[in-house]
């Protein structure tokens, strides 16, 4: 068997840095193609950082800019990453740190690529010959790195370092992996692995496909990480607060490409996944979105606590993509998925209110705006699929009712509906299938309040506005916005967020996470539960754009370091509770005797 701990230190040297490292200067792309021509064409997965120099400056910019009384003991980020790897003397600075895997034996083995000034004095210095203390001898020439026996060589700038002697023996300088990627992922891909400090890309069918040499069942060790082997799969055993959690390695992308850049307004991360044939990821990827950019154009201008913006894509991909047991409504559902061509596009925002959760429900104050070609005829569809909901479905017994012309309080008219539902109790259903209607009553109550589905419907000129309550207030603010009023899309968060985010997205939601957690603490507090996560409500929104080309799709989430400080802030205040209830002798005042 093979020792790969040391990959382990690879990983988390690359991954840790690119957990600070990374948005972008589009106009200074790094130099991926330099470090792209260190990896041999066979390569399965790649991770680097091509410019250690750059990536450097743009962590500590970020390090400063969260302005914590910790960052003071960081230091320069490239030293503790060389403090991570256990190197010193003749590691270049500014040059690239690259891992990748090649495949052997039906397994993938990891190569360090280390920029160096002077590569064989680089490994002179930094990897002493292996000295076993117990166990078996190591394997001539082997040398030490981290307690375990590796080989090296020089190759030019860089030292590489392996547990498998082939790979670095038969290593030579070529062509590198820049056609072949380019080939597999296009130029968009390669593009959005251009754009960030830290870049990653994996083979997915490749690594989904190993086996055991002998094809025999048992335990195997791949960069450190126990994985359970049969001839027919490999799955991937972790243990989680106690409990074993089993992935299966069914391929569900072909390709992933991942990049992840930094600035002092906080961090990007970037991905571009071409799925695989067959998985639910193609059905989606395979649909066609509108030409029209997803935007918050018709959402009124208000801190909310989430919205969001897509354009459906023809034919029934996104129905086949929504996973079973999602907690919306039925009807909601229908509307999104089944409108076809009556629907160009989807907003959707969901807004404080002073009823609060428990009085409205999390979607009391939100709007619903569907742009549409044919407004009436859209409104008739919303109609329709209410009035075809089956009568029992999901362990609960359903009566709606709709209203064509509902008299408001000014003396106009609007659509009104709602959707009743009783439990059926021990006829709803046994065992598991009974808990997950339970659970899911209990997501739609907290999403809709007590009375469940109901609200408005007004048409405008291009849309169709839907509220999920019967307030006229929340109503006509929507319908203003729709009209062309003041709308979210305008303001200055907005527009500061956007750059950071793809160019015409077929899908883009904004989450408010102070706002979030402040709802959820007020769930929480009914039940009883205190001492939940709790953030500052006017924290920045995390912003998240997706959008579908080729077969491909390409995503982007972007982290404001004001969010990623109160994160680490609420982590910090977790760890010091845990700390007080494993020792709750009270801490000295300071001068105490």
Not at 188 to 211: I, N, P, S
Request: a negative charge.
């Amino acid at each position: 068997m093979r020792h790969n701990n040391p990959a382990v230190a690879i990983a988390l040297c690359l991954f840790a840095a690119a957990a600070l490292a990374g948005p972008v200067n589009q106009d200074q792309p790094n130099d991926l193609a330099a470090a792209l021509k260190l990896i041999p064409p066979d390569a399965v997965a790649f991770a680097a950082i091509s410019d250690l120099q750059r990536a450097n400056s743009e962590v500590a910019g970020l390090i400063a800019a969260m302005d914590l009384p910790e960052s003071v003991l960081a230091g320069k980020p490239i030293d503790q990453l060389k403090a991570l790897l256990g190197v010193a003397g003749h590691f270049d600075d500014a040059g690239a740190l690259v891992v990748w895997m090649q495949m052997r034996d039906g397994l993938p083995v990891g190569v360090l690529a280390i920029p160096t000034d002077d590569s064989a004095a680089f490994i002179a210095a930094n990897l002493l010959p292996f000295v076993s203390e117990d166990g078996p001898a190591a394997p001539e020439g082997a040398l030490g790195f981290h307690g375990t026996p590796v080989f090296a060589r020089a190759a030019e700038k860089h030292a590489l370092v392996s547990t498998d002697r082939s790979l670095v023996d038969s290593y030579e300088p070529g062509v590198g992996l820049a056609a072949s990627l380019t080939a597999r992922i296009g130029a968009a891909g390669v593009k959005a692995l251009e754009r960030g400090e830290f870049c990653a890309w994996t083979d997915g069918a490749a690594l989904a496909q190993v086996r055991g040499g002998d094809g025999a069942d048992g335990p195997v060790s791949v960069m450190g990480v126990e994985l359970s082997r049969s001839p027919r799969s490999l799955t991937l055993s972790a243990s989680v607060q106690g409990a074993d959690v089993q992935a299966p390695a069914d391929p569900w992308a072909s390709d992933l490409a991942v990049a992840i850049d930094v600035e002092p307004l906080g961090v990007c991360a970037r991905t571009f996944i071409k799925p695989a044939e067959g998985s639910a990821l193609s059905k989606l990827a395979a649909a066609t979105g509108g030409t029209r950019p997803a935007s918050f154009s018709d959402l009124p201008a208000q801190r909310a606590y989430f919205a969001l913006a897509f354009n459906p894509p023809t034919g029934s991909s996104i129905a086949d993509a929504i996973p079973e047991g999602v907690p919306l409504p039925p009807a909601v559902l229908a509307w999104i998925t089944g409108a076809g061509e009556l629907v160009t596009q989807v907003q959707l925002a969901a807004y404080p209110s002073k009823l609060g959760i428990l009085a409205g429900g999390f979607l009391n104050d939100s709007a619903m705006v569907m742009l549409s070609p044919k407004p009436t005829e859209l409104r008739d569809f919303l109609r329709d699929q209410l009035q075809a909901l089956p009568p029992e479905s999901e362990g609960v017994r359903r009566s709606v009712k709709w209203e064509d012309a509902r008299q408001l309080k000014d003396g106009t008219t609007v659509a009104a509906f709602e959707v009743k539902e009783t439990a059926l109790g021990a006829n709803g259903g046994a065992g598991a299938q009974a808990q997950l209607f339970a659970a899911q009553a209990m997501v739609r109550q907290a999403l809709l309040g007590p009375r469940g589905l109901h609200g408005f419907v007004r048409c405008t000129s291009d849309a169709v506005v839907v509220t999920f309550s019967q307030r006229q207030d929340v109503l006509e603010r929507a319908t203003a916005a729709a009209a062309g009023g003041k709308t979210l899309e305008g303001e200055e968060i907005i527009r500061a967020i956007r750059p950071w985010l793809l160019d015409q997205p077929h899908f883009i939601a904004l989450l408010w996470s102070g706002q979030v957690a402040r709802a959820i603490g007020q769930v929480a507090g009914s039940f009883g539960v205190g001492g939940m996560i709790s953030l500052p409500v006017d924290l920045d929104p995390v912003g998240f754009a997706a959008r579908i080309e080729g077969g491909c799709i390409d995503t982007a989430i972007m982290v404001p370091t004001s969010v990623m400080v109160a994160g680490y802030e609420q982590v910090k205040k977790g760890a010091m509770n845990a700390a007080a209830v494993e020792d709750p002798s009270p801490v000295p005042e300071p001068n105490s005797p």
